[in-house]
């Protein structure tokens, strides 16, 4: 078991069993190939931060997320950590590399949110089902697409991986591809509004899923990104450079009374004024000033000054 260390309050983290870490041993099988899986931890905390929008609407309250630290063990000892009773295993398939996460929800938990779906208070009845509804089932393949795109986002860091949900299960063994001996690595996330107890909703990667990724995983996530393709920069540029604005001055606004507006027929004059500069606009924003005249046979202005606001643009 190989566990990191976290900054989240020890009252809103579930308890679980710790193994003592022990030395390698010959003959043993390695179930982290990975080191100390910082990599994955900060995709963790990535991943909690957007986990906000994904479960206030559904929740219609404010909540709080937290990503808890990472877990390396087999998959049928994390299936007897979890407590007996209703669970759904959602499959979320790894493109294109293959492979799937397994995203688990309290039983509990997705009737929650069930009775919100439909307009209710977020009540639960006080003894579960052994199965889950097509109601349900559909609540849990929408968290599915929910969280599909923030889980994309969360590991483009290290690659482009597209996670897509299958069918939701409520027993463990009927997950296929995926045998109690296998290694995974247990992700955890905290989920609570206020000072309410936290719920936890687990993303649990097969190591064989990941190893794919090794390279991205054993080395050091960089806060700066790699520099752009200089020819899709130039081309953007040139792309950028050739939008057309329109430009206009405004020589007078005139103010006249509504009596004389009615009054109004072709041949009457309305007076103007205007100072020997002019305001030149781009869109709603002032360009400069500028003197009205003539060039090449045409009306023109000649720009006298330009706004202070464009020169700290460019």
Known sequence: MVNASSTTASADRRERPRQQVEHATLGVQNLNPFGDLHTLQHLSARLARALRGV????????????????????????????????????????????????????????????????????????????????????????????????????????????????????????????????????????????????????????????????????????????APDPAWRNGLTRNVMAVKFPVRSVLAEPMVALSVLMDLKPGDVIPISFGAEVPVMVGGDCLGLGTVGTSNGKAAIRLNSITRELEEYQ
């Open 55 to 226: 479960f206030e609407p559904l929740l219609r309250k404010e909540v709080r997320a937290f990503a808890e630290p990472l877990v390396v063990q087999r998959f049928a000892d994390y299936r007897a950590e979890r407590a007996d009773g209703l669970t759904a295993w959602l499959p979320l398939q790894m493109a294109p590399a293959g492979g799937q996460a397994l995203v688990v929800f309290d039983g509990r938990f997705v009737m929650e949110l069930l009775d919100l779906f439909f307009g209710g208070t977020g009540a639960t009845p006080p003894q579960l089902p052994s199965e889950f509804t097509p109601a349900a089932e559909a609540i849990v393949a929408r968290l599915g697409m929910l969280l599909a795109a923030p889980l994309t986002a969360a590991w483009e860091p290290l690659g482009r991986i597209d996670f897509v949900p299958g069918h939701v299960e409520s027993n463990a063994a009927l997950i296929q591809g995926l045998d109690g001996d296998d290694a995974v690595v247990v992700t955890r996330f905290g989920i609570a509004a206020g000072t309410a107890k936290p719920v936890f909703v687990d993303i649990v990667y097969p190591v064989a899923a990941l190893k794919p990724h090794t390279p991205s995983l054993i080395g050091k996530v960089h806060a700066k990104t790699a």
